[in-house]
């Protein structure tokens, strides 16, 4: 089966990173994760990534740049998540499709319940966090 294309931000405030929670009601609800969401016909990942933080919270980035590419096998239907890292002038954030946000130090993903395709990015961002 092909995998569903989905884009997702670390979004980074003054070195705080941009965590949402999941919605009742929405696959996987409850999960924290990285906001993104699904690409549509014809939209490049960069689009799709300022349109659903757009749509979901309300927020523009700037500096979009690749972070990493991760493939997961969910029961349903693989994903195949395109991560970019951008940065936020501000931590305003509106909860227009999230239950919450939260900005967090890298360290500190390991206490929220990320989605599982998540598990590896979080090492990698922690990784290349640290200091030199
Ligand atoms: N945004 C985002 N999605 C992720 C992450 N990790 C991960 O496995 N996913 C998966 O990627 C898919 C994203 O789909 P979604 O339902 O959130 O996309 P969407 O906002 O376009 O949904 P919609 O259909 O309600 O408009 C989900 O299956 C979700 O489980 C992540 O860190 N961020």
Excluded at 123 to 132: C, G, L, R
Aim: charged fraction near 25%.
């Amino acid at each position: 089966m092909y995998p569903l294309l989905v884009v997702a931000g670390l979004v980074f405030h003054h070195n705080k990173l941009l965590i949402t929670q999941r919605p009742p009601g929405k696959k996987h609800a409850g999960y924290w994760e990285f906001p993104g969401g699904k690409l549509e016909k014809d939209e490049s990942p960069v689009n799709a990534l300022v349109r659903e933080l757009c749509e979901e919270i309300d927020l523009e980035v700037t500096q979009c740049e690749i972070f990493d590419v991760v493939y997961h096998r969910y029961d349903e239907q693989p994903v195949l998540l395109m991560v970019y890292r951008c940065q936020s002038d501000t931590s305003r954030v509106r909860h227009l499709e999230v239950s919450d946000h939260a900005w967090i130090d890298v360290e500190e993903l390991h206490n929220y319940s990320m989605l599982p395709a998540d598990d590896e990015l979080i090492e990698q961002v922690i990784k290349k966090n640290a200091p030199q």
